[in-house]
């Protein structure tokens, strides 16, 4: 099984350019979120969307836009990249509230 | 706001100890817990979760316990191997169906 699959792996990024990171589970899950991980900050949750069709903010969603395309895909957009944004972005996925989390491999993003 | 904080930040322990993680909450109002394992450079690997109904877990040689009233659990590791050596996280599911982690126990165990 997949289970949590997040495109790309690696990003290096100009100042002010955009991107969308992807992420796709294949575990028929309703919730997903998305983290950002720095060095003794540990992960912050970005935004999570708890179910399709909605979307709610997290601790740091500034900077950050999401989209929850359908049940499987949930994809985090930077509009304009700030070296501040430069961070292992994790997405992670799961089913109902008393279940567990599963989490992709996370993409190594970059901004100079 | 939920707060989630690990301790110690840090451990080192010769191989064979038994040794305890700390995971503390400041909200009671918690769906489940759940203990990652995180090796360097990686995701995040589940190791156990506890509802919050629950007042422990057990996984092999890892057994997690929950006190949802004083907002406490601690991860037991037996018989510590250096394969164990990796940094353990917390995380609480609230009742918005968010998922807040603490930073992290780094843990290493010496040969």
């Known amino acids: 099984n997949a289970g949590v699959t997040q495109t790309p792996k690696f990003q290096v990024l100009k100042t002010g350019q955009s991107m969308t990171l992807q992420c796709a589970q294949d575990?028929?899950?309703?919730?997903m979120y998305w983290y950002r991980q720095d060095p003794g900050m540990g992960l912050r949750l970005i935004y999570y969307?708890?179910?399709?069709?909605?979307?709610d903010k997290g601790e740091v969603p500034n900077g950050y836009n999401v989209s929850r395309l359908n049940k499987r895909e949930f994809s985090l957009r930077l509009e304009s990249a700030a070296p501040s944004q430069t961070s292992v972005y994790f997405c992670?996925?799961?089913?109902?509230?008393?279940?567990?989390?599963?989490f992709g491999q996370g993409t190594r993003l970059t901004v100079v | 706001k939920q707060e989630v904080t690990q301790i110690p930040a840090a451990l080192s322990v010769p191989e064979g100890e038994n040794l305890v993680l700390n995971c503390s909450f400041t909200?009671?109002?918690?769906?489940?817990l759940q203990w990652f394992r995180q090796d360097p450079g990686k995701g995040l690997t589940s190791l156990l979760l506890?509802?919050?109904?629950?007042r422990e877990q057990t996984s092999g040689r890892l057994n997690a316990s929950l006190d949802k009233s004083s907002g406490r659990s601690t991860l037991y590791i037996a018989a510590s191997q250096p394969g164990d050596s990796a940094t353990y996280l917390c995380?609480?599911?609230?009742?918005?169906?968010?998922?807040?982690f603490g930073k992290g126990t780094k843990l290493s165990v010496k040969p």
């Open positions: 992670a996925s799961s089913d109902a509230v008393n279940t567990e989390a599963f």
């Open positions: 575990m028929n899950h309703n919730s």
């Open positions: 969307s708890a179910s399709e069709g909605t979307t």
């Open positions: 909200d009671s109002a918690i769906y489940n």
């Open positions: 506890i509802q919050s109904s629950q």
């Open positions: 995380a609480v599911k609230g009742s918005q169906g968010n998922l807040i």
